[in-house]
């Protein structure tokens, strides 16, 4: 009955399938509403998603990379395929991406991105810039503060990590983040 069904609609019921984690659903009704308005980049972004959501990353790329190709300008386009390289472990191709959404968008998430794919390559002195960056633009940034705690743990700096898993931790309990706080703490009080 797809067909009977505008573009518009099977666009919304498809983002409340992505929003549900309906995956499979979500990337039938974008098919089929990029049937009806052929080459729209933000239904291919959508259809990019749900390939994501089903761990198909590579046809995620595939679909993004024409997103990006059909709008250019479009900053998400860029950012989501940075996340997917990113999810791929092809952080080393990643960080172009991401300097260059961040010339014309430099806010707290991107900074954030920018500053993990430093930490997954083990560039800790770069990875704290970017996320102190965005810890300046919002100091209470729960992913931001988490990962700044990260850093600080792996550089074994424990009396630096604390604060910052503490207010990580104010947003939401993480069993590992809450583990590692107890390691800081342990360490620190020797």
Known sequence: MAFLKSANRLIREGVEQLQRREFEKALWSFQ???KKRRDDPYILNYISQAYAGLEQLEK???EILRAITLDPEAIIHRQLYAT???RQNRHHEAIPIIDEVLETQPV??????????DYHLGNMESATEFFQKALELDERNPLANHMMGLVYYRLKQ????????ETALTF????????ILADCKTRTAI
């Open 32 to 34: 089929h509403a990029e």
């Open 84 to 86: 997917y390289l990113m």
């Open 60 to 62: 995620a790329n595939d």
């Open 158 to 165: 424990y009396s630096m990590a604390i604060p910052y898993l």
């Open 108 to 117: 707290d998430v991107i900074y954030i991105l920018r500053g993990q794919a």
């Open 172 to 179: 939401g309990d993480i069993e590992s983040l809450r583990e």
